[in-house]
């Protein structure tokens, strides 16, 4: 039975091909490009207010330097955001499923922003490593554990988007299965038990455009 629950998440494959790639490439299928006219259709100026408003709630709390990071920030956004939405369609995959994929995202944005904090502010970037006013004989051992939580932050980061994603997605399939299994049996407990299914589903839906708006804002911070 086990077995069977997670097989939903494992990557599909036709004629022993991993169908994987073609989950990654279809989100940018669906964002339509904007075009060079004056006016645009009212999809294309959604997206764009859409786009817009979340760089710049996004840029926020990030100085004037950091506002090259807009396009590539944005663009992973749309990116987990459209694939964490398709995933909650019937007979599909979610690729933000597979841990591999999410830090395979994390890791090198994490590592850049260390780079670059490195490159450009070493004494701010290691001055994070030692909060002010700690006591002399602290200092060693903080230094040890802002160390540690430095490098657990991408796997953080991956092991949340994972998380929270099998988990919705398991327990869609528990109720949806439990409410076709007493439809015959228990009528009554089976439409209860519908009702519970369409509120997770919507619950979910939040969750997918949470986890994306996340996963990038703790990219940015």
Do not use: C
Request: proline share 7%.
């Amino acid at each position: 039975m086990m077995a069977n629950l997670f097989d939903q998440f494992m990557s599909p494959t036709y004629l022993g091909i991993p169908l994987i790639v073609l989950a990654l490439g279809l989100p940018w299928i669906l964002w339509p490009s904007p075009s060079s006219r004056w006016l645009n259709n009212r999809l294309i100026t959604l997206q764009s207010w859409f786009l817009n408003r979340f760089t710049q709630q996004l840029l926020l709390p990030i100085n004037t330097g950091g506002h090259k990071w807009a396009l590539i920030l944005a663009s992973l956004m749309a990116f987990l955001l459209s694939m964490n939405l398709l995933g909650l369609l019937p007979y599909t995959f979610t690729p933000t499923t597979q841990l591999s994929l999410n830090m395979g995202l994390a890791v090198p944005f994490w590592l850049a922003t260390v780079i670059i904090g490195m490159r450009n502010q070493p004494t701010a970037a290691l001055g994070h490593l030692l909060p002010e006013g700690t006591p002399t004989p602290l200092i060693p051992v903080l230094i040890v554990i802002e160390t540690i939580s430095l490098f657990i932050r991408p796997l953080a980061l991956g092991v949340r988007l994972t998380a929270n994603l099998t988990a919705g997605h398991l327990l869609i399939q528990l109720i949806a299965t439990a409410a076709f299994t007493l439809m015959t049996t228990m009528t009554t407990v089976a439409l209860l038990t519908t009702s519970i299914l369409f509120l997770l589903t919507l619950l979910e839906i939040a969750v997918a455009m949470i986890q994306a708006y996340v996963f990038v804002l703790l990219l940015s911070l």
